[in-house]
């Protein structure tokens, strides 16, 4: 208890006027959303999500050039849908590649997760006011 308050001291401006109502020590055992490697796993997932989401705006950016250029029957017009249609097929290719991989993260993490030891790694600590 000596180190809660040593540590709820720290943590609140004035801790002499905060009551306490409950404190409750349990234990913590390891777990997946605390593994080093599944972090790892998920900052790569966070960039993969970004990358998409990138992806789909030049998905919607083609796309709506597409359509502008559809209904145009010259050369410049076919061109331009052409190119269009370039940027929305390579686009949706790397969006596939792009889920692929993370599912492949995904399967991972579940992987990790249920090859994880049930090993105590200390103590957790909830406190209420």
């Known amino acids: 208890m000596k180190l809660i308050d040593k540590q709820m001291f720290k943590d609140l401006y004035n801790y002499k ?3 306490p109502i409950e404190t409750k020590i349990d ?3 390891a777990n997946a959303y605390e593994d080093s490697s599944v972090r790892v796993i998920e900052y790569r997932i966070y960039a993969i999500k970004e990358l998409a989401n990138d992806k789909m705006n ?3 950016e083609a796309q709506s050039s597409m359509n502008i250029w559809s ?3 010259t050369s410049y017009g076919s061109s331009e849908y052409n190119n269009a249609r370039s940027k929305w097929k ?3 290719d790397d969006i ?3 889920v692929a991989l993370w599912n492949k993260y995904n399967d ?3 992987f990790i997760a249920a090859d994880l ?3 105590f790694v200390g103590w957790k600590v909830t406190h209420k006011f």
Do not use: C, G, N, Q
Request: proline share 4%; hydrophobic share 25%; charged share 40%.
């Open 17 to 19: 006027r905060y009551e």
């Open 27 to 29: 234990t913590a055992y």
């Open 58 to 60: 030049k998905i919607r």
């Open 71 to 73: 209904d145009m029957y």
């Open 90 to 92: 390579e686009a949706h």
């Open 96 to 98: 596939t590649d792009l």
């Open 108 to 110: 991972s993490i579940k």
């Open 117 to 119: 030891p049930h090993k």
